[in-house]
T-cell receptor
Framework: DTEVTQTPKHLVMGMTNKKSLKCEQHMGHRAMYWYKQKAKKPPELMFVYSYEKLSINESVPSRFSPECPNSSLLNLHLHALQPEDSALYLC??????????????FGPGTRLTVT | AQTVTQSQPEMSVQEAETVTLSCTYDTSESNYYLFWYKQPPSRQMILVIRQEAYKQQNATENRFSVNFQKAAKSFSLKISDSQLGDTAMYFCAFMNSGGSNYKLTFGKGTLLTVNP
C-alpha cells in the first residue's frame, strides 16, 4: 500500500486565521515532506523530516510551522498567511534515504485559498 | 547543483499511439536516481517509473518504458498504446543517491493530452 492521506482536501482561510494541514502514512517511511505547488509548476520543497526531526527547511517564512508528532503523522500549521500563499500543498513520504532508493510517494494535496 | 530540463511544455497524441517525452539533466554525480511522475487533472502526483543510474538496463512498467542514456544525460519516457487516462502533467525528477538523499529536483513538466 503506497498511500499518503491528507486532510482537508480544500481549505479557505482569512489572513488572520490559524489552521493546520494534516498528513498521514502507514508505510513505515521515516522521511516526510511538505511541498508547495502553484498551478502548472513543479512542486517546491518546503520542509523535510527524517526520523521525526526537521532535517531541511528551505527558508520557508515563519508563518508556516511544521510539526511531526510521530513517524506516521506530519502537520503544517498556518498563521497570518498572505494571498500569494494560495496553492496546492502536497505531503510526501519515503524510506529514509540511507535505507533505500527513497522514492517519494505523494498525497492528494490540500488546495489552500487565502482570502 | 543538479538541473533537469524538459524541453516540451506540451504534447498531444492520439489514443492507442506511442509518445515519447524528453528529459535531460545535468549533474557531476555518478550515482543517482531518475524518476517520472505523473500528475493527472485530479492533481495527485503518482510515481510512474524509476531508474537507478548504475543499472544499464532501461526500466519498464507495463506500457511505460524509459530510454536512459547516461553519457548523454538523457532520460526519456515512452508511453505505448496511449490511453485517455494518460492525460496528465509529467514531471521528470532527479535525486542523488547516498547520504541524505531527500531532495528531488524536478523539471518544469510536460503537459500530455491524449485525444480520442
Amino acid at each position: 500500500d503506497t498511500e499518503v492521506t491528507q486532510t482537508p482536501k480544500h481549505l479557505v482561510m482569512g489572513m488572520t486565521n490559524k489552521k493546520s494541514l494534516k498528513c498521514e502514512q502507514h508505510m513505515g517511511h521515516r522521511a516526510m515532506y511538505w511541498y508547495k505547488q502553484k498551478a502548472k509548476k513543479p512542486p517546491e520543497l518546503m520542509f523535510v523530516y527524517s526520523y521525526e526531526k526537521l532535517s531541511i527547511n528551505e527558508s520557508v517564512p515563519s508563518r508556516f510551522s511544521p510539526e511531526c508528532p510521530n513517524s506516521s503523522l506530519l502537520n503544517l500549521h498556518l498563521h497570518a498567511l498572505q494571498p500569494e500563499d494560495s496553492a496546492l500543498y502536497l505531503c510526501a513520504s519515503s524510506q529514509d534515504g540511507l535505507a533505500g532508493v527513497g522514492e517519494q510517494y505523494f498525497g492528494p494535496g490540500t488546495r489552500l485559498t487565502v482570502t | 547543483a543538479q538541473t533537469v530540463t524538459q524541453s516540451q511544455p506540451e504534447m498531444s497524441v492520439q489514443e492507442a499511439e506511442t509518445v515519447t517525452l524528453s528529459c535531460t539533466y545535468d549533474t557531476s554525480e555518478s550515482n543517482y536516481y531518475l524518476f517520472w511522475y505523473k500528475q493527472p487533472p485530479s492533481r495527485q502526483m503518482i510515481l510512474v517509473i524509476r531508474q537507478e543510474a548504475y543499472k544499464q538496463q532501461n526500466a519498464t512498467e507495463n506500457r511505460f518504458s524509459v530510454n536512459f542514456q547516461k553519457a548523454a544525460k538523457s532520460f526519456s519516457l515512452k508511453i505505448s498504446d496511449s490511453q485517455l487516462g494518460d492525460t496528465a502533467m509529467y514531471f521528470c525528477a532527479f535525486m542523488n543517491s547516498g547520504g541524505s538523499n531527500y531532495k528531488l529536483t524536478f523539471g518544469k513538466g510536460t503537459l500530455l493530452t491524449v485525444n480520442p
